[in-house]
T-cell receptor
């Protein structure tokens, strides 16, 4: 079964600094991979997705992620953090015939002045 | 707003009571998913429908839980004889079939006291 590991349950960066949120998946078959963002007491919003093709995927709000098969990774990055980026971020592969998502435990991003 | 709509947003109930949540998906999305998210965790899959057919249920979905999607449009999730361990955010998502793209509602936060 597909699963993901998100290293670092809490990440803190300064405003304007690079954001790097880590996600490693477990599979020998490249999955479809997603990053979602969740603001407090809200649902999940899709940031970006990898299906096939280009391994560098650009998403909303300046985020991007690179699929690296050799490292089984799909890390999320943003060159310059903004205060509004403070939220919880989830990495998730599609799983099973029903295309359901299997979420990681999430990374809480804090952006400091 | 044509996004996924969930009602109520918040529900406080006494242990042992029954509760029912409603989800209105994006029109013409034939897949509808329910997830549960407890504090500090990622969402966990509960069940999904394709049109009116419930095609998969997680082991998390005990006998006290039942979900329906009678006309292939809105869905309800009922929890009977609620327990404190049922306290969580219940998230609904909808998806066009085979797209792999899930769109989430704002969630219903259940507190069992």
């Amino acid at each position: 079964a597909q699963s993901v590991t998100q290293l670092g349950s809490h990440v803190s960066v300064s405003e304007g600094a690079l954001v790097l949120l880590r996600c490693n998946y477990s599979s020998s078959v490249p999955p479809y991979l997603f990053w979602y963002v969740q603001y407090p007491n809200q649902g999940l919003q899709l940031l970006l997705k990898y299906t096939t093709g280009a391994t560098l995927v650009k998403g909303i709000n300046g985020f991007e992620a690179e699929f690296k098969k050799s490292e089984t990774s799909f890390h999320l990055t943003k060159p310059s953090a903004h205060m509004s980026d403070a939220a919880e971020y989830f990495c998730a592969p599609l799983t099973g015939g029903g295309n359901k998502l299997t979420f990681g435990t999430g990374t809480q991003l804090k952006v400091e002045l | 707003d044509t996004g996924v709509s969930q009602n109520p947003r918040h529900k406080i109930t006494k242990r042992g009571q029954n509760v029912t949540f409603r989800c209105d998906p994006i029109s013409e999305h034939n897949r509808l998913y329910w997830y549960r998210q407890t504090l500090g965790q990622g969402p966990e899959f509960l069940t999904y429908f394709q049109n009116e057919a419930q095609l998969e249920k997680s082991r998390l979905l005990s006998d006290r839980f039942s979900a329906e999607r009678p006309k292939g449009s809105f869905s309800t999730l009922e929890i009977q004889r609620t327990e404190q361990g049922d306290s969580a955010m219940y998230l609904c998502a909808s998806s066009p079939q085979d797209s792999g793209l899930s769109f989430f509602g704002q969630g219903t936060r259940l507190t069992v006291v």
